[in-house]
Structure formats: structure tokens, C-alpha cells
């Protein structure tokens, strides 16, 4: 079988198993204290143009969504999200367990918007009673979305206004960034995010690293204490020099960008075909997450050979799967599904000709 469920199939790309075996027997210091950690944050700050951020380093999305959102918010506090947010649908209550509800908002192709925030801060404050229900507090976004749908510019800057009218932080959900960072039509920057957010992190699991992710924090106020933080959540790993030496790997000559045009590059294929095939989409994404409407025996026919992600019957005949590539997805397998695609197309709007004749 060819899994395009997912894009954390792989392990790790060759130089980070080749940096790792080079400094296997090194000595360094414990907890993210090592000298790669140091340099790959320096290298971090540098590439978004915020010399007063600090850099720490976790191991996985989950983990990093819970550390930051309790450093963010006071238990009576709130999270503002997206419904579709990875905090509210996939970490089994992860965010509530710190005592924090999640304001979940109606999204549009995942996104939501300035004016749905400032509208939840209004209903708060204008209350007769506020401190009876949650206080908002923190803006949770994904960058790109659960959809693979992206962010503007223009849309980030308006968040940021309503967070700063309100006194929110901005935290942005960064595990699948590099593919948002590289895709066709995205005018946001890494220097834009350190500028914007107050908190932000880059993936590195679903990007080339065995694991890992880089938490970039360029507000002062979140940068006092975090380390008992993670601590206390149990993100702070003993082998620390593991996570930085593999961003220090995937950072310091471009090659995280590198990995990441290449799973869009080939999600972008398949997309093309899915189009040429005439298939609908359940949503527009540039990213490397494609969701085309399948007929439901063209698709089962597909699953034959491939594995897809199951999003949701559109109708009693049809189904939107997510078809995900990832930085080693290789290109002899796109090829191969993308033809398989198109033949097993073809071959059924001809049988859908001859029936409609013979009718």
C-alpha cells in the first residue's frame, strides 16, 4: 500500500540521521542547555528578524499547543478558536485539562475572522456580570489551517489589531508551516509572524525531522517562566541537543523550505489531475492537504492500492478524503496514483455514457 494519510509517514530526512550518528558520542550538556540548541535558536531569531525572541524546543504539536496555551492564559481564562481548530477536535481535551475553555467560532474553509473576535470580546465585557463566564484571553490560529487553507497578510494584521484593542495574545499553530510558508499565492513571512504573534511555532515532524517543534516567542511577557512550563508539561527533554541539532539541520542552508515546496509540489500534481479528472473539491487548499470528492466506487477502487484520510460523505454516492504528500513523498507514487486517477476516471464516464445510450 502507498499512504497518503498523513505526513508523518516517513522517519527523517538522511542529513538529520547523518548530523545525529556524527555527534552520537558527544558530551553536552542536558535540557536544551547543549550548544546545537543554542545555535539553531540564534539561527531562528535571525531568519525572523527578532533578536529578542527566545527559542525552546518540544517534541510534538500536542504538547506544544498545551505548554504555550497554559502560559498564555490563567485557568479562568479562555482560548478563542476556529471549530475546526486541531485544539478543539484532535488533543482529546488536552487545553481543557489547564482549566481553559476553548471559544469555539464558525469557521469559513477553516479560517475565522478579526470581527468574530472582537464580537466574542464585546459580549464578554458587555455583560452585566463578566467574570461569571470565561475571560478570552489568547487567539488561537493554525497557519495553514486543518484544511490547508492560508492565512493573508491583510487578515493576520486585523487579527492582530483586535488582539491588541482586547489585550489577547496571537498564538499561531505552526506544525504544518513551511508547507504555508512555500505555497503559491502566501504573502506571509517568517519575520510577518514573529512581528505579528506573540507566540508562534515551527513544525518540524511533518517537515523532515524525526521530531520536533521550534517555539519562537518575541513577546517579553510569555518569555518569563516558560521553562518551568514546559517542565511541568513534560516537554523537556533530557537529550535536548536531539531537537536542536535537527533544526539546526533543516535551517541552516534552506533546506526545511526545500522539503517543504516539494510536498506541495506534488500535492500540486495531484491536484491538477483530480481537475483534469473533472472531481470537485471540498475545499481550495495550495497546500500539500488536497480534499477532492471521490465517487464512492472510484474511491474504493483507489483504496485498493492507496490509503487516504476519511473527511466526510458529501452524499449517498460521493466522499471528500483528504489525499496529504509530505517532504519525502516521491514522485514515482504520485505519478503512479495520478494515472491510476485519471484511467479509473475515464473508465467510468465511459461506462456512464454506454448506460445512459442504452437507457
Same mark, same amino acid.
Request: hydrophobic content about 35%; glycine content about 6%.
Given at each position: 500500500m502507498i499512504l497518503f494519510n498523513c505526513d508523518y509517514n516517513e522517519g527523517a530526512h538522511p542529513r538529520i540521521l547523518e548530523k545525529l550518528t556524527q555527534t552520537n558520542l558527544e558530551q553536552t550538556p542536558g535540557y536544551g542547555n547543549d550548544p546545537y540548541c543554542h545555535q539553531a535558536a540564534q539561527l531562528i531569531k535571525k531568519l525572523c528578524r527578532a533578536p529578542q525572541a527566545e527559542v525552546h524546543f518540544l517534541c510534538g504539536g500536542t504538547q506544544t499547543n498545551l505548554t504555550v496555551l497554559a502560559a498564555c492564559s490563567r485557568p479562568y481564562q479562555s482560548i478563542i478558536s476556529a471549530s475546526s481548530g486541531h485544539i478543539n477536535v484532535h488533543e482529546t481535551g488536552a487545553i481543557e485539562t489547564t482549566g481553559h475553555r476553548i471559544e469555539a467560532l464558525p469557521e469559513t474553509n477553516g479560517k475565522i475572522t478579526a470581527q468574530q473576535i472582537a464580537q466574542v470580546c464585546k459580549a464578554h465585557w458587555e455583560d452585566d456580570n463578566? =467574570?461569571?463566564?470565561?475571560?478570552?484571553?489568547?487567539? /488561537?490560529?493554525?497557519?495553514?489551517?486543518? /484544511?490547508?487553507?492560508? /492565512?493573508?497578510? #491583510?487578515?493576520? #494584521? !486585523? *487579527? +492582530? &489589531?483586535?488582539?491588541?484593542?482586547n489585550n489577547l495574545f496571537l498564538f499561531i499553530d505552526g506544525a504544518r508551516l513551511g508547507y504555508g510558508l512555500t505555497a503559491p499565492g502566501n504573502d506571509v513571512t517568517l519575520a510577518d509572524l514573529a512581528a505579528l504573534c506573540d507566540v508562534f511555532y515551527i513544525g518540524g515532524t511533518k517537515i523532515g525531522a524525526l521530531l520536533g517543534e521550534a517555539v519562537v516567542i518575541p513577546n517579553k511577557k510569555l518569555q518569563k517562566d516558560f521553562r518551568y512550563f514546559i517542565k511541568q508539561k513534560g516537554g523537556m527533554?533530557?537529550?535536548?541537543? *536531539?531537537?536542536?541539532l535537527q533544526f539546526l539541520t533543516l535551517f541552516e542552508d534552506g533546506l526545511y523550505r526545500q522539503l517543504a515546496q516539494h510536498a506541495n509540489e506534488m500535492a500540486a +500534481?495531484?491536484? &491538477?489531475?483530480? #481537475? !483534469?479528472a473533472g472531481f470537485e473539491f471540498l475545499y481550495d487548499s495550495p497546500t500539500n492537504q488536497q480534499f477532492p470528492i471521490f465517487p464512492n466506487d472510484l474511491l474504493a477502487q483507489l483504496e485498493q492500492t492507496y490509503v487516504f484520510a476519511h473527511i466526510k460523505r458529501v452524499d449517498h454516492k460521493r466522499?471528500? *478524503? &483528504? *489525499?496529504?504528500?509530505?517532504?519525502?513523498?516521491r514522485p514515482e507514487d504520485v505519478? #503512479?496514483?495520478?494515472?491510476?486517477?485519471?484511467?479509473?476516471?475515464? =473508465?467510468?464516464d465511459a461506462t456512464h455514457r454506454v448506460s445512459f445510450i442504452k437507457q
Amino acid at each position: 500500500m502507498i499512504l497518503f494519510n498523513c505526513d508523518y509517514n516517513e522517519g527523517a530526512h538522511p542529513r538529520i540521521l547523518e548530523k545525529l550518528t556524527q555527534t552520537n558520542l558527544e558530551q553536552t550538556p542536558g535540557y536544551g542547555n547543549d550548544p546545537y540548541c543554542h545555535q539553531a535558536a540564534q539561527l531562528i531569531k535571525k531568519l525572523c528578524r527578532a533578536p529578542q525572541a527566545e527559542v525552546h524546543f518540544l517534541c510534538g504539536g500536542t504538547q506544544t499547543n498545551l505548554t504555550v496555551l497554559a502560559a498564555c492564559s490563567r485557568p479562568y481564562q479562555s482560548i478563542i478558536s476556529a471549530s475546526s481548530g486541531h485544539i478543539n477536535v484532535h488533543e482529546t481535551g488536552a487545553i481543557e485539562t489547564t482549566g481553559h475553555r476553548i471559544e469555539a467560532l464558525p469557521e469559513t474553509n477553516g479560517k475565522i475572522t478579526a470581527q468574530q473576535i472582537a464580537q466574542v470580546c464585546k459580549a464578554h465585557w458587555e455583560d452585566d456580570n463578566p =467574570e461569571f463566564s470565561p475571560q478570552p484571553k489568547t487567539v /488561537y490560529l493554525s497557519f495553514p489551517t486543518e /484544511y490547508g487553507t492560508l /492565512y493573508s497578510l #491583510q487578515e493576520l #494584521q !486585523e *487579527i +492582530r &489589531r483586535v488582539c491588541d484593542d482586547n489585550n489577547l495574545f496571537l498564538f499561531i499553530d505552526g506544525a504544518r508551516l513551511g508547507y504555508g510558508l512555500t505555497a503559491p499565492g502566501n504573502d506571509v513571512t517568517l519575520a510577518d509572524l514573529a512581528a505579528l504573534c506573540d507566540v508562534f511555532y515551527i513544525g518540524g515532524t511533518k517537515i523532515g525531522a524525526l521530531l520536533g517543534e521550534a517555539v519562537v516567542i518575541p513577546n517579553k511577557k510569555l518569555q518569563k517562566d516558560f521553562r518551568y512550563f514546559i517542565k511541568q508539561k513534560g516537554g523537556m527533554l533530557a537529550k535536548g541537543r *536531539i531537537l536542536g541539532l535537527q533544526f539546526l539541520t533543516l535551517f541552516e542552508d534552506g533546506l526545511y523550505r526545500q522539503l517543504a515546496q516539494h510536498a506541495n509540489e506534488m500535492a500540486a +500534481r495531484i491536484k &491538477r489531475a483530480c #481537475q !483534469e479528472a473533472g472531481f470537485e473539491f471540498l475545499y481550495d487548499s495550495p497546500t500539500n492537504q488536497q480534499f477532492p470528492i471521490f465517487p464512492n466506487d472510484l474511491l474504493a477502487q483507489l483504496e485498493q492500492t492507496y490509503v487516504f484520510a476519511h473527511i466526510k460523505r458529501v452524499d449517498h454516492k460521493r466522499s471528500a *478524503i &483528504r *489525499i496529504c504528500t509530505s517532504w519525502a513523498t516521491r514522485p514515482e507514487d504520485v505519478e #503512479q496514483l495520478t494515472t491510476d486517477l485519471l484511467k479509473l476516471a475515464k =473508465e467510468k464516464d465511459a461506462t456512464h455514457r454506454v448506460s445512459f445510450i442504452k437507457q
